[in-house]
């Protein structure tokens, strides 16, 4: 199974700081791999997905980039709404793969 | 719009069975791959199983393999996972989630998800 490995698990930071959250894979995973944001008591929202593509109505400020074993999410400018839990996920191949979540905190 | 709406979740002691649905609305779902991803309480998220859109093929987690079966009916818009022999491990919300591409076989992210169903395995 590819292992997801994602740095830090925990980010404290405050309004307009720019945020990068990094995300590793055991093995080669090419560009297949989406990053999801997850607020407490609600399901995950697809942010990015083949590494760097912007999903349809989510801000420019979100950004994805990386190939291979190594990618970042970049929040270029923090907005009270982006405090919540981030996760990449790879689907190179079955089993599909979480990281295990960087938690964005008010600092 | 498209929706995707999870039941059948609920207390269970362990060792029993219990059957979720989710039903899709909103899409043409016969053409969608379909997944089940569970969270346990605190935790991160645990890719559980996934059926091709015309349910040809299934794969499971380790962890769920010879317990959980995934299921669709095509005529009915819904998915189902029935879960035997289970363990308070087991205990997470259960989610299901469409492939986001049509007729995807392979490398396909989750779009949209649905909001979860709880299950809880305790005596």
């Known amino acids: 199974d590819i292992q997801m490995t994602q740095s830090p698990s925990t980010l404290s930071a405050s309004v307009g700081d720019r945020v990068t959250i990094t995300c590793r894979a055991s093995?080669?995973?090419?560009?297949?791999l989406a990053w999801y944001q997850q607020k407490k008591g609600k399901a995950p929202k697809l942010l990015i997905y083949d590494a760097s593509s912007l999903e349809s109505g989510v801000p420019s400020r979100f950004s994805g980039s990386g190939s291979g074993t190594e990618f970042t999410l970049t929040i270029s400018s923090l907005q009270p709404d982006d405090f919540a839990t981030y996760y990449c996920q790879q689907y190179n191949s079955y089993p599909v793969t979480f990281g295990q979540g960087t938690k964005v905190e008010i600092k | 719009q498209v929706q995707l709406e999870e039941s059948g979740g609920g207390v269970v002691q362990p060792g029993r069975s219990l059957r979720l649905s989710c039903a899709a609305s909103?899409?043409?779902?016969?053409?969608?791959?379909m997944h089940w991803v569970r969270q346990a309480p605190g935790k991160g998220l645990e890719w559980v199983a996934v059926i091709w859109y015309d349910g040809s093929n299934k794969y499971y987690a380790d962890s769920v393999k010879g317990r959980f079966t995934i299921s669709r009916d095509n005529s009915k818009n819904t998915l189902y996972l029935q879960m035997n022999s289970l363990r308070a491990e087991d205990t997470a919300v259960y989610y299901c989630?469409?492939?986001?591409?049509?007729?995807?076989?392979?490398?396909?992210?989750?779009?949209?998800w649905g909001q979860g169903t709880l299950v809880t395995v305790s005596s």
């Open positions: 093995q080669s995973i090419s560009s297949w």
């Open positions: 909103g899409f043409t779902f016969s053409s969608y791959g």
């Open positions: 989630a469409r492939d986001a591409v049509v007729y995807a076989t392979s490398h396909n992210w989750f779009d949209p």
